[in-house]
């Protein structure tokens, strides 16, 4: 970790410089966030889509995403299966019994999930690194793909030290049958409370495999790394970015539905799959408003699925706004406006790996 160019005082930093500087004034309180705000749940139950059958169908395009809810993603690329940041628990917390609270069962248990071939930790934040689940994942003998130091948690619950793998940015291991994890640059932090900030590092990671590529951003601010990341390891079939949990004064460090378009011409590839949204109640904003603005910004190019649909994104031809169902009105404010982006949907000049 003390060889790391991103170590430094005792802890890790963020090497590259931000696009966006966050707005400290107006920052919410505690009370802000736990009891002030409209539309920050869903009116209704979301629909919840079973996935097992299509998983045991053949991928035929040779790539498929499932969105389980909030950064965990079930990806089937060339003939593996990863699993993105696997939170089943039901808060989001250090405390069981408060904090923000799921809006929805996840799809389908640990248990029933296919054979894995590799879990991937994007950094230590309560939502990403949840404890119930990497218990219940450390049974199914799966290697684990993380940052560096994120490895000292998951040995601590349970994960056997040789099943675990900690990459420093720009760093890359490769799966038995040859798909490559690459570790990446993202601009955000680490803690799990009060004494342990930045002591471990955040990454996003590539996935590259015999015909086809993912990026999956983890948490990430606006910065421009990601036109280096398109360069050094696109081009990408898949881009998953987080798109909700947003505010001005955390502008650095999460990105927001704008800036992930941003994020999004700047890798310069791939249909666009939002992670991070539609899950838990961690901002301010209404929970659909992420996937509003993207649908009114964007919406050639943009891959947004039902919870629990498996989906070939080279087969994706239209978005159907099916979070809409879950709202009171709180869309209808979601008009279109100028992003800076040269057109619509696919980065301009990209054509979709197939």
Do not use: C
């Not at 049974?139 to 993380?146: E, I, N, W």
């Not at 992930?260 to 659909?288: C, D, I, Y």
């Amino acid at each position: 970790m003390q060889a790391s160019r991103q170590y430094a005082d005792g802890g890790f930093a963020n090497t590259y410089h931000p696009s966006v500087q966050r707005v400290p004034e107006g920052r919410p309180t505690l009370a802000d966030l736990m009891f002030r705000g409209e539309g920050r749940t869903p009116a209704r139950p979301l629909p919840v889509i079973d996935p097992r059958a299509t998983w045991a169908r053949p991928v035929e395009t040779g790539l498929r995403a499932t969105w389980l809810g909030h950064s965990t993603v079930l990806l089937e690329i060339d003939g593996h299966r990863v699993l993105t940041d696997p939170v089943w628990g039901a808060r989001v917390s250090p405390l069981p019994f408060l904090g923000p609270k799921r809006f929805h069962p996840v799809p389908v248990d640990i248990a029933a999930l296919p054979p894995l071939d590799a879990v991937l930790i994007s950094h230590d934040h309560y939502d990403h690194l949840d404890y119930p689940s990497i218990r219940a994942l450390a049974k199914l003998r799966v290697p684990f793909v993380t940052s560096l130091g994120v490895g000292l948690h998951l040995e601590a619950w349970g994960v056997p030290a040789e099943r675990i793998v900690e990459l420093d940015w720009w760093e890359r291991t490769v799966l038995p049958g040859g798909l490559a994890i690459t570790a990446a640059p993202a601009h955000h932090y680490s803690g799990r409370g009060l004494r342990d900030r930045n002591v471990t590092l955040w990454s996003s990671f590539a996935l590259r495999g015999e015909r086809h590529a993912v990026f999956f951003s983890g948490d990430t601010g606006l910065s421009p790394v990601f036109a280096d990341i398109g360069q050094r390891l696109g081009p990408f079939d898949l881009v998953m970015l987080e798109v909700g949990a947003f505010h001005p004064a955390w502008g650095n460090v999460h990105l927001g539905p704008d800036n992930a378009l941003k994020a999004w011409e700047q890798l310069g590839s791939g249909r666009f799959l939002p992670v991070h949204w539609g899950t838990f109640n961690l901002a301010m904003h209404s929970w659909s408003q992420p996937a509003d603005v993207l649908l009114a910004h964007a919406s050639e190019g943009l891959v947004m699925p039902q919870l629990g649909e498996p989906v070939e994104p080279a087969r994706i031809e239209a978005v159907e706004p099916w979070w809409r169902g879950g709202t009171e009105g709180d869309w209808q404010d979601a008009a279109p406006q100028e992003t800076g982006r040269n057109r619509p949907g696919i980065p301009s000049g990209v054509t979709p790996r197939g």
